[in-house]
């Protein structure tokens, strides 16, 4: 069977194309095909029905960026409805579903249709020109506190957009560089009206101004939806009203003064590192300013340790701050833990608040005991702790022979732990397109037989894919001299799938490619160049080195509990 099947029927004038299997680099040019046969024909409403569609890499979503870039000066329609979840999750991370409109079911979609076609057919709008519910879109301003409020009011459409965009540029052209947009009586916002409420956030930002949207309390959930699937957080502020948004407008910088505010910081503080933050949150509200009865002594809370057994190493936690007080502490349970036999030690540093030197000292001892035993010693965590921890740590310059140092657990334990006895999926094959679905396919069955749900399995095919295809487009220049493509897949403390993409071609760290700006515009985004993102989307983490000759790209994945 073909992994990918269109169908096609005729509904009300509606040309349904339904879409079922998966979207990749085989299958992508056969979906464009399709898709540009009934495009040819001049069926100007298309709907493609994703209901059983349940993978798309950056193949597809490259076809759909060029569908969009033919269509979108054309009254060409296509619009797209019954996503599944792991479609959808595509979509968005990309950020395409704010230039398609998407529907649950068909029937919207046509719905859709029916009033585009009515809408189409009225007259060129303008303000004053109204159908039978009002206005089609009104728009009006007020100035207040060097700020521009613009009130919505009705429909931003295919029809009324460019009046919409007119109204702001309109605005911005006359210095306008603080826009506050009020949604609140906005009832419909279709991809026509997300571009134009980007582009205007482009200027303002380029003029290193604000602007902000409020009233998305009171609009419609519908526009509530819209907004929030289009991710707009990133470059435009969202409020619910409007006390909010002029809030954060106003200018906040100024400190309050000490000696009213100096006490309750401390306090607030102290009740933070004991543990006892909802207790002093209970007292403040009740207006008691006593917290010796939440605050206990802090020699004996400040530190907090706990270790547990992985396999045939130990995982130390270490919470809080090693000081001179608590140095003595830390010593002795670390001097425990070895006096126990214990040889193989992994410290967890991603809670540590605070190291002196003193702390130092007594990494560097251990590390010297670990080492006289033949034993490891690693660190981790560096990556979550806090800057203070990192820079000292940095400025130890602990000897790689002695600590060894690493951003995540998953990293220590491929160094640390012995992976006898645990199943291991190795598949070596030539780097060529025809052999990418047996490159992928056991490492799926791999992930299968650890216990990952369906839709963990898409994401880790999405992103072997995404590799696989730079791998074999990219890594041998010479098609005379192609080399092999090596896979290995293995589970670490039953919780860390890792991957591993190994090739002897010229050496890439495709990891320092530039992430795409899903902010711009779509005519301004370059088609394609999508692939390493949604890999850095999709895993938990991404690694690259160059090792005897060897690119080696690895994922990691964490199997969540249920």
Not at 58 to 78: C, D, P, V, W
Request: with cysteine; net charge neutral.
């Amino acid at each position: 069977m073909s992994p990918l099947e269109i169908s096609q029927r005729k509904e009300e004038g509606i040309i349904i194309l339904a879409v079922k299997g998966k979207i990749n680099v085989e299958t992508a040019p056969m979906f464009r095909k399709s898709l540009q046969e009934q495009m040819d024909n001049d069926k100007n409403k298309i709907v493609i029905n994703m209901k059983e569609l349940d993978y798309l890499s950056s193949a597809g979503i490259r076809e759909f960026m060029l569908t969009y870039h033919q269509i979108k000066n054309t009254q060409e329609q296509i619009v797209l409805c019954r996503l599944q979840d792991a479609v959808r999750n595509v979509f968005k991370v990309t950020r395409l579903d704010s230039y398609f409109e998407i529907f649950d079911t068909e029937e919207i979609a046509f719905q859709h249709f029916n009033k585009y076609k009515k809408e189409i057919s009225t007259p060129e709008v303008n303000e004053s020109e109204v159908d039978k519910t009002g206005k089609i879109l009104d728009l009006n301003h007020r100035s207040e506190n060097n700020t521009i409020i613009v009130f919505v009011k009705g429909k931003v459409n295919a029809v009324t957009a460019s009046m919409f965009e007119k109204y702001l540029t309109d605005l911005t052209d006359k210095g306008g560089k603080r826009l506050v947009i009020d949604m609140s009586k906005l009832v419909y916002l279709s991809c026509s009206g997300l571009r134009v409420l980007l582009q205007t956030a482009n200027k303002i930002n380029a003029l290193k101004g604000d602007i902000l949207l409020m009233g998305l309390k009171k609009t419609k959930n519908h526009v509530r939806e819209v907004i929030e699937v289009a991710k707009f957080d990133v470059i435009i502020k969202t409020f619910a009203n409007k006390a909010d948004a002029f809030e954060a407008l106003l200018n906040t910088t100024d400190e309050p003064p000490v000696n009213k505010m100096e006490k309750r910081r401390v306090s607030q503080f102290l009740a933070k590192i004991t543990g006892k933050w909802k207790t002093w949150l209970k007292l403040r509200r009740k207006k008691t300013t006593s917290t010796k009865d939440i605050l206990p002594d802090l020699k004996t809370n400040i530190l907090d340790l706990d270790y547990c057994r992985k396999k045939n190493a130990v995982i130390v936690s270490v919470k809080g701050k090693v000081n001179t007080v608590t140095a003595s502490m830390f010593e002795k349970y670390l001097s425990d833990l070895i006096a126990k036999g214990e040889t193989k030690l992994v410290i967890d540093l991603s809670e540590l608040e605070f190291i002196s030197s003193s702390g130092l000292r007594v990494l560097l001892l251990t590390a010297n005991k670990i080492k006289a035993l033949q034993g490891d010693m690693m660190l981790i965590g560096l990556e979550d702790t806090r800057d203070n921890v990192r820079e000292l740590m940095e400025v130890a310059q602990f000897d790689d022979t002695m600590v060894k140092i690493f951003d995540t657990r998953a990293d220590a334990y491929k160094e640390l732990l012995s992976t006898t006895g645990e199943p291991l999926v190795k598949i070596i094959k030539p780097a060529t397109m025809e052999n990418l679905a047996n490159l992928i396919k056991p490492a799926k069955e791999c992930a299968q037989r650890y216990g990952f749900g369906p839709e963990r399995i898409n994401e880790i095919e999405l992103a072997l894919e995404e590799a696989l295809v730079n791998v074999i487009s990219y890594a041998y220049p010479d098609p005379d001299a192609a080399g092999n493509v090596e896979i290995c897949c293995q589970m670490i403390d039953k919780g860390l799938f890792i991957i591993e993409i190994k090739d002897s071609g010229i050496p890439f760290d495709s990891l320092q490619k530039d992430d795409p700006d899903l902010t711009a515009e779509i005519s301004e985004r370059k088609v394609g160049g999508l692939g390493i993102f949604l890999i850095k989307q999709f895993m938990d983490d991404v690694k690259y080195r160059r090792e005897q000759g060897h690119n080696i790209l690895s994922f990691i994945v964490v199997k969540k509990d249920k």
